[in-house]
């Protein structure tokens, strides 16, 4: 079992930066891949970014690559989410999750299923 707490949500106005953070505990962190999904009112959940347990391997959806930057820091059982360039969009929760993966360190799940826990989510909306 391991739980999530996700933060740094806010409104921002567009072209801004936010960093959101999700903070663990429970079971050995680094052996969980931690990914960033985002989901906007009446639409469907969407991968943002993940990284694997090992930290070595990021992977990025391609409309955030060169904006977002995923990383972690296991000493604080922490993976952060910084976010630049930020577009005017419907407002969205970001949600951080956890996949297991301690024989597979340097995978990176991209699709929802593949997690196994998630965070409550923390709000981000992006003024014009």
């Known amino acids: 079992q391991v739980q999530l707490i996700e933060s740094g949500g806010g409104l921002v106005q567009a072209g801004g930066s936010l960093r959101l953070s999700c903070a663990a505990s429970?079971?050995?962190?680094?052996?969980?891949?931690i990914g960033w999904f985002r989901q906007a009112p009446g639409k469907e959940r969407e991968f943002v970014a993940a990284?694997?347990?090992?930290?070595?391997?990021?992977y990025y959806l391609v409309s955030v690559k060169g904006r977002f930057i995923i990383s972690r820091d296991n000493a604080k059982n922490t993976v952060y989410l910084q976010m630049n360039s930020l577009d005017p969009d419907a407002p969205s929760v970001y949600y951080c999750?956890?996949?297991?993966?301690?024989?597979?360190?340097?995978?990176?799940?991209?699709?929802?299923?593949?997690?196994?826990?998630w965070g409550q989510g923390t709000q981000v909306t992006v003024s014009s």
């Open positions: 429970g079971r050995t962190f680094s052996n969980f891949a």
């Open positions: 990284v694997s347990s090992s930290g070595r391997n990021t």
């Open positions: 999750a956890a996949d297991y993966t301690p024989w597979s360190r340097d995978y990176v799940p991209s699709h929802s299923r593949a997690y196994d826990y």
